[in-house]
């Protein structure tokens, strides 16, 4: 079966735009995950998604970080008026459950902010 | 808090083994192993949770010492596609949750002929 999809896959964007990134889960996977990975690090966490309910923002950098679910599947991962430190690849991971639970990461996007 | 992994980076020859660790300041429910190639999503490999209970799709064993707050994964007679970056992400309490994983640095695997 299909894994979890990201798009696009890459992003160049200049300073002050404001992108948009689309992860799509493994189909009824109550979970999803948005982490931020820096370069020769390990991935962190951004936020959580219970079905469409955000359930922990904790991660999410300042106030230009937004990310939605509202049906419940596709998530949609917003930064406005990007800066050069949010250079990083975002990764979207996807569980079935909600405690535990393996969870399944996308490609991510790779975001470079000029 | 962030776990730590040791080594940072290690080099095998094919069939030799590897040992790489993953320790915590805080107590754990679970630890979560995965493995990352450039440029690619990163893989599960293995789960580890409090009480023993281990779920594991691999050929690659791992142990959980809950008193210690660590774990470590195995890999045995390491194959060229062993080559990448090893991640632990663990879940702890006090203060932690059930679902949010937080990362080790890695441990950059290479297996040559």
């Known amino acids: 079966g299909a894994g979890v999809s990201q798009s696009p896959r890459y992003k160049v964007a200049k300073r002050g735009q404001d992108v948009a990134l689309r992860c799509d889960p493994i189909?009824?996977?109550?979970?999803l995950f948005w982490y931020q990975q820096a370069l020769g690090q390990g991935p962190e966490f951004l936020t959580y998604f219970q079905n469409e309910a955000q359930l922990d923002k904790s991660g999410l950098p300042s106030d230009r970080f937004f990310a939605e679910r509202p049906e419940g599947s596709v998530s949609t991962l917003k930064i406005q008026r990007t800066q050069q430190e949010d250079s990083a690849v975002y990764l979207c991971a996807s569980s079935l459950g909600i405690a535990a639970d393996t969870q399944y990461f996308g490609p991510g996007t790779r975001l470079t902010v000029l | 808090q962030q776990p730590v992994q040791s080594p940072q980076a290690v080099i095998l020859r094919e069939g030799e083994d590897a040992v790489i660790n993953c320790s915590s300041s805080k107590a754990l429910y679970s630890v979560h192993w995965y493995r990352q190639k450039h440029g690619e999503a990163p893989v599960f490999l293995m789960i580890l949770l409090k009480g023993g209970e281990q779920k594991g799709h691999e050929k690659i064993s791992a142990s959980f010492n809950e008193k210690k707050q660590q774990s470590s994964l195995y890999l045995t007679a390491s194959q060229l596609s062993y080559s990448g970056t090893y991640f632990c992400?663990?879940?702890?309490?006090?203060?932690?949750?059930?679902?949010?994983?937080?990362f080790g640095k890695g441990t950059l695997l290479t297996v040559n002929p």
């Open positions: 189909s009824g996977h109550v979970s």
């Open positions: 992400g663990t879940e702890s309490y006090p203060g932690g949750s059930n679902y949010k994983l937080t």
